[in-house]
């Protein structure tokens, strides 16, 4: 069992950075894959980022890539997200999630444990 809770979450103006936090409960932290997804209103949610266990290596949206940095610290059982050049567009509730695969998995049906989201404001 893994219990996940974000922060770091608020609101950015348009251009400017946050660090999202995704601190875990649980033994196994260091055996999960992670990830990163969103969701804006009256959208689906959507994947952002997928890092694996031992965080050497990572997968990202297009609609993200070259801009967001997903990182991982076993050690402190805390996922990352680094979110530069933010774009309206990126005004979402963010989501972490465990899978118990150790490979980075991209579909929100492989992730096995959620936490409650982060908002993320980013105005124009």
């Known amino acids: 069992q893994v219990q996940l809770v974000e922060s770091g979450g608020g609101l950015v103006q348009a251009g400017g950075s946050l660090r999202l936090s995704c601190a875990a409960s649980g033994r196994t932290f260091s055996s999960y894959a992670m990830g990163w997804f969103r969701q804006a209103p009256g959208k689906e949610r959507e994947f952002v980022t997928a890092?694996?266990?031992?965080?050497?290596?990572?997968y990202y949206a297009d609609s993200v890539k070259g801009r967001f940095t997903a990182s991982r610290d076993n050690a402190k059982k805390t996922l990352y997200l680094q979110m530069n050049s933010l774009k309206p567009e990126d005004t979402a509730v963010y989501y972490c999630a465990a899978s118990r695969a150790r490979y980075a998995v991209t579909t929100s049906n492989d992730y096995d444990y959620w936490g409650q989201g982060t908002q993320v404001t980013v105005s124009s």
């Open positions: 890092i694996n266990w031992i965080g050497g290596s990572t």
